[in-house]
């Protein structure tokens, strides 16, 4: 087994969209704190934050979803390494990674329309993703 360098495997493809992701949902809650217009929220926005105004419905949402990204990226990202390491380039990993990313980018939309249980059906998509990596590493 030979270690693969971080520019040649194929997972680094999906490491960086899920990275680029969440750099995306970092701004999701700030982002929709401003759009509400509201002049607690704008104030919010340009203090040290300190004092936490409620957030609106929108900016809670992205708050929670990027929560939850916080919660998965310490799951995906050692796998991927794992995968990119052993020079997986295809199977379970790569689909996996992928199955992860695509789901990942629907849980954001997903929880902003607040449809019942479609977050969640996506969120177990995105598990699932997660899942065909460990089948794939381990395999």
């Not at 809650?29 to 419905?57: C, H, K, T, W, Y």
């Not at 990313?101 to 954001?108: E, M």
């Given at each position: 087994?030979?270690?693969?360098t971080m520019t040649?495997?194929?997972?680094?493809?999906?490491?960086?969209?899920?990275?680029?992701?969440?750099?995306?949902q970092t701004f999701?809650?700030?982002?929709?704190?401003?759009?509400?217009?509201?002049?607690?929220?704008?104030?919010?926005?340009?203090?040290?934050?300190?004092?936490?105004?409620?957030?609106?419905?929108?900016?809670?949402?992205?708050?929670?979803?990027?929560?939850n990204m916080l919660?998965?990226?310490?799951?995906?990202?050692?796998?991927?390494?794992?995968?990119?390491?052993?020079?997986?380039?295809?199977?379970?990993?790569?689909?996996?990674?992928?199955?992860?990313?695509?789901?990942?980018?629907?849980?954001?939309?997903?929880?902003?329309?607040?449809?019942?249980?479609?977050?969640?059906?996506?969120?177990?998509?995105?598990?699932?993703?997660?899942?065909?990596?460990?089948?794939?590493?381990?395999?």
């Open positions: 087994m030979r270690l693969a040649e495997g194929a997972m680094t493809g999906w490491i960086l969209a899920v990275l680029g992701l969440f750099v995306v999701l809650p700030s982002a929709m704190r401003a759009r509400s217009g509201e002049d607690e929220q704008i104030a919010f926005l340009r203090s040290n934050r300190d004092a936490r105004p409620p957030a609106p419905v929108m900016a809670g949402r992205m708050e929670r979803a990027l929560g919660e998965a990226l310490p799951v995906f990202l050692p796998l991927a390494l794992l995968a990119e390491i052993r020079g997986i380039e295809d199977g379970w990993a790569l689909t996996g990674a992928a199955v992860f990313f695509f789901a990942r980018l629907a849980y954001v939309p997903a929880y902003a329309i607040g449809i019942p249980l479609l977050r969640s059906a996506v969120w177990t998509v995105g598990l699932a993703g997660l899942v065909m990596m460990v089948v794939g590493v381990l395999g």
